[in-house]
């Protein structure tokens, strides 16, 4: 994992620590903060930024780097300015057909992010979001066979929502977002619409 | 504010990446004295006479006080081409170059490298008539401590070169005990170290002898169709191939399609063992070659494969060492299930007694046991050899070669061994 990266978890763990203790003083004060889950579902495009270089087929004109994605995550909002939660989803990172000595094929690479995310909101209903963890990598291959194979890329993924308020606990929100599998080096870039749902309050 | 300095600095923290280290290969083609068309090959006296252990009067602050010279060749199409390295003491460093005759002077024309950082640079020696080259070309030289002088000089990246070096003949080049195995890890060498072709690949293969290495380790695995290739790592992964969209356990691939989808870091396909093989036996003069087992099925297959190519091997009067590895009791007790196991080379990594249980050619045990002198005795009472696994660090390697009494040495850096065994006295 990159210096960089676990210095930003580290600065991310010194704001929740000093929120925490800011919070204690306010806690004295007996005001009782209400506690909520939020559930975000929602999707949308995403295209693969990292370069590709598939040298045996040479078919750097033929890869699609632009599909569908698609983002479920469930945040706790302790009501103090730092939320956590966790994010899962589904992309598809990129794909592309081959034609070898006349036999036709297709490979795909698919992200499943399994991460630990941290919100907080910058300016009114914006909200940054911080999510660190693994992707679950599959690729599908339809070549000589079929093959079905997995691995796991630590990861994390950054992301700027906007969220427009449609009633008490519903909203729809846009949301920018970036993800980086480190091992495998596969990045990407999504513009989604989601629903936003404050399910529990408590 | 607070906040906008809080994410930018988040952002930057996010954004920032490793750095990444690269040696990027100098063009040598830029010497037009070397280029001449009335310059031509060296013969093998020649080649041979040069071959020793070289002061170093000027260039020992860059590359320490001895070199080690030697050549190497590898055939291509029928064509054999040959190369001289030099293996220096400091940094892990090295030069490869070819050599010609031109006007009665010997011309070397290559490159140096430092193992131990990214530093390289273009290297040309010359040594001229009254520097040795007249000795040297005749039909019957004579060589003796300070006969030979080569001159040359060197620099960093792609400059021309303007650093002086200095070599000096100074006496032959160790041969005892032999013989002594400098065998090269993953094929020849790692692509982590930013070598210029990829582990556990022909290229490598065809590569590893200008490293100083005189055999080769390389890691067998098999496809989901049972071909045996040559793979370390248990997944595809970036650090071994270039991106293409494959991922997982590369059992989970058959040749075709990693032959289709998948290349080495520096573009090189995944080889079968039966191409790694042929490349050792008609393409270079390796005499050891260890397969190491990291997979635990059937050993049968690398077997079949090992019988084959000591067969071709003998038949082209070559002194070919091919020995099975094997690292731990799965792969051992599938060692045992052979039906001709005792008569089949094989290296284990286990204990004596388990050496002995299957008639073991070479024990080869972990270099953090130390030299293990009293064992090796044993081993070499048997009439067994004794090879130690894997050593990187210089000063135990020194140590290895100086107070050991291993007849091999398994390393990432070939070359360093090849200093330390040829320069020992």
Known sequence: MSKGVILSVAVMAVIAIN???????????????????????????????????????????????????????????????LNLGIESGYSNFYSYYVKNNGVSGKLSLHAVPLLLVWSMPIIKRVNIFYGLGSYLLTTYLKYDGVVKSKTFSLGSNIALSYTHPLSKKLGIAAEAKWMNAFVTKDNLLSLEVQMVWKFLEF | MKKIIIILLLSGLFLSCKKTYQVIMPDTSSWDLFKTPVALPLIQITRSAMEGVYDIPEGKDIFGELVAIKWSYVINNGDTTFHISGFFGKDIAYFICEGKQLNGSILMNGYWRKMVSTETGIMRLTIDPTDGASVLLTAAPLITSGSITINGKFGNGQEEPQIPITLKYKRPLNKSPAPFQIAAHRSGGRTSDLLPVSENSVAMILKTQEFGSTGVEIDIRFTRDGVPILFHDNTLNLRVIQKCGLVGPIENYTYEQLSTFVRLTHGEKIPTLREALNAVVYQTSLSFVWLDTKYTS???????????????????????????????????????????????????????????????????PRFTEGTQNDKVAVVHAQGRRAFVWTVDVPEFITRFVNEGHFDGILSNFPSCVAFNYYVHE
């Open chain 2, 298 to 364: 059937s050993i049968k297959p690398v077997q079949a494969l090992q019988k084959e190519f000591i067969q071709k091997a003998a038949a082209q009067g070559r002194g070919l060492d091919i020995v099975i590895g094997l690292p731990g009791k799965d792969q051992f007790n599938q060692f045992l299930a052979l039906p001709d196991y005792t008569t089949t080379p094989a290296l284990c990594e286990l204990s004596i007694e388990d050496v002995e249980k299957i008639n073991a050619k070479i024990w080869a």
């Open chain 1, 19 to 81: 929120k925490s203790f800011a919070q204690t003083t306010v806690k004295t004060d007996k005001v009782k903060t209400k506690k909520t889950l939020v559930l975000y579902v929602g999707g949308g495009l995403a295209n693969y930024l990292a370069p590709i270089k598939i040298q045996p087929v040479n078919l750097q004109n033929n890869i699609t780097r632009t599909s569908a994605t698609g983002t479920i995550r469930i945040m706790w909002h302790p009501g103090y300015r």
